[in-house]
């Protein structure tokens, strides 16, 4: 059994620990207002939050922080009495480093991600650099959902993203709109995966919970929907064609009696073997007069993968 004497202690080492960290962490803001900079400079050119960011930066008083341990932490002198650590105490570093995340996703096409909340901004940075160019030039679409623009601000201070700003498949939904923005950047891209997984980080906006977890789920939910009544309608339109229908149809058509045989192809533009093999098929079929049509994936970022098979109708 724990004593109080024991817990007493512990506080006391936390407290002590917080006070060396305020003491002997702190990050120099003329280095800090370069790196800021230079991503206002490079954000500037596609956002029009940028001077919100600005904004949010220049009315707090934020005192960033970096550990012994690499964790960055923000702390806030205007709140209370005593102040307050932003948007939590703590580590809020990937879980994962960026090699052992990479390992993970190397030669593999990965679904999107969401990050809900940036916290301080360090997983946005390793997620980002591990899922790039993850097969071939394929990279998952990367939501960022954050209704704090202080929070992208602190994050822009201790991060070099010129990189991540420029890169379109980093989908930003900030300020008080952030689900929103989130929701419409999901509809605006129906032919994407759907996100498998959210990155929660701790939030800075107590008067704003998160909504991404709902919306996503709402997101799915409709996709299965769609597909479900997509299938019902081809089983209805297919379903008084029997093997004998078939029988005539394929008769008909190789015959030169009845309409052409109709092959549509689906492959991926991340196999050249698939390609090539899906091309010759096609061009074999079309020979004998078939009307072919092959399709193939063109965006790198959506990740829409379908397996290869091919449809006669």
């Given at each position: ?19 060396q ?16 900079a ?7 050119n ?22 012994r ?16 650590w ?9 879980p ?10 190397e030669?593999?096409i ?7 909340g ?16 993850t097969l ?6 990367l ?7 202080l ?7 201790l ?8 890169d379109q498949?980093?989908?930003?939904c900030?300020g ?23 990155i ?19 997101f ?18 297919y379903h008084?064609?029997?093997?004998p ?16 045989l ?21 061009d ?8 072919t ?21």
């Open positions: 059994m724990q004593h109080a004497s024991d817990r007493c202690a512990e506080f006391a080492d936390l407290i002590a620990s917080l006070l960290i305020r003491e002997s962490g702190l990050i120099n803001l003329a280095t800090a207002r370069q790196t800021f230079n991503n206002l400079a490079v954000a500037c596609r956002f029009d939050w940028t001077s919100r960011i600005e904004e949010a930066w220049r009315s707090a008083s934020l005192e960033l922080h970096r550990t341990e690499g964790d960055f932490l923000a702390f806030d002198p205007s709140i209370g009495l005593e102040g307050r932003r948007p939590v105490f703590g580590r809020m570093r990937a994962a480093t960026l090699q052992d995340i990479r390992k993970h996703v030669r593999r990965v679904a999107p991600i969401v990050f809900d940036i916290g301080l901004g360090s997983q946005l940075d390793v997620y980002y650099k591990a899922t790039l160019d071939l030039d394929a990279s998952p679409l939501y960022v959902a954050e209704s704090s623009f929070a992208v601000a602190a994050a822009m201070h991060h070099d993203w010129r990189e991540l700003l420029q498949r980093v989908i930003w900030l008080d709109t952030a689900h929103e923005q989130f929701e419409s950047a999901l509809v605006a891209k129906p032919h994407a995966t759907p996100p498998q997984n959210i929660v980080a701790p939030i800075w906006r107590e008067d704003m919970p998160s909504q991404v977890s709902n919306i996503l789920s709402s799915k939910e409709k996709a299965v929907r769609a597909v479900t009544d997509s299938r019902r309608k081809a089983e209805s339109r008084d064609r029997d093997a229908w078939w029988a005539l149809r394929y008769r008909s058509a190789l015959a030169g009696t009845g309409p052409a109709r092959v549509m192809a689906i492959t991926s533009r991340f196999t050249t073997v698939l390609q090539y093999s899906t091309r010759d098929a096609m074999a079929l079309k020979a004998i007069g078939c009307d049509h092959a399709h193939r994936s063109r965006r790198s970022k959506c990740c829409f993968i379908h397996r290869g098979h091919v449809h006669v109708c």
